[in-house]
Every structure is written in structure tokens, then in C-alpha cells.
């Protein structure tokens, strides 16, 4: 099983970027999916997650800006990020509960996002 994440870049203070991250392998079912990040010198936080009944939650900095969005029979999780301001500057990772021979965490290999002008 492996994740690939894309749509990093950079972007003004107040601009839009949207984040997605397909599965691809031996995939009999996907639980949770979310998105976290890491900002320079500090460590990896949640940012949103989903469930897959469709139940998501967000960590405070982001409520009302971001929101997280999946695609069961494609096995993509997105991220739209509006409003963006410079401390949301940071990698972020996809990460996926799945079950393949056994239940597992997969993480994607990060993207980043710079918030500058």
C-alpha cells in the first residue's frame, strides 16, 4: 500500500491551496483518513481527520478554513485550505487507516506548504 500526496506550493496570505492523497495497492477497506503537518522546529500535529462515515474534526487553528473531504471509491482524501495565513506554513502528510493483510497506519511522503508574500 503506499499514499501519494500533492498540491503544495506556495501561496499569499490569504490564498487557497487544496491538498489530495490517493491509496493505491492491496486495499480491502480505509477507516479513518486525515491530514497532519509540521511546521519548522515543531512537532507533527492533526490537523483535520475523517472518518468514513463521513464525521470529520479539526484542530481549533483551522476550523471555518480548512475542510477535509474523501472519495471512498477512490481512495482519496482532500484538503481545501482557504484563508491561508503564514503559521500554517508547514509539510503535510496524509495518513490513512487501512486494511490490507491487517489493519495499519500509512502515511504519505509529505508536501509542502509555504504561506508567504
Known amino acids: 500500500v503506499q499514499l501519494q500526496a500533492s498540491g503544495g506550493g506556495l501561496v499569499q496570505p490569504g490564498g487557497s491551496l487544496r491538498l489530495s492523497c490517493v491509496a493505491s495497492?492491496?486495499?480491502?477497506?480505509?477507516?479513518?483518513m486525515a491530514w497532519y503537518r509540521q511546521a519548522p522546529g515543531k512537532e507533527r500535529e492533526l490537523v483535520a481527520r475523517?472518518?468514513?462515515?463521513?464525521?470529520?474534526e479539526y484542530t481549533d487553528s483551522v476550523k471555518g478554513r480548512f475542510t477535509i473531504s474523501r472519495d471512498n471509491a477512490g481512495s482519496t482524501v482532500s484538503l481545501q485550505m482557504n484563508s491561508l495565513k503564514p503559521e500554517d506554513t508547514a509539510v503535510y502528510y496524509c495518513k490513512m487507516t487501512i486494511l490490507s493483510r491487517s489493519w495499519l497506519d500509512y502515511w504519505g511522503q509529505g508536501t509542502l506548504v509555504t504561506v508567504s508574500s
Open positions: 495497492g492491496s486495499i480491502r477497506r480505509i477507516n479513518d
Open positions: 475523517i472518518a468514513r462515515a463521513g464525521s470529520t
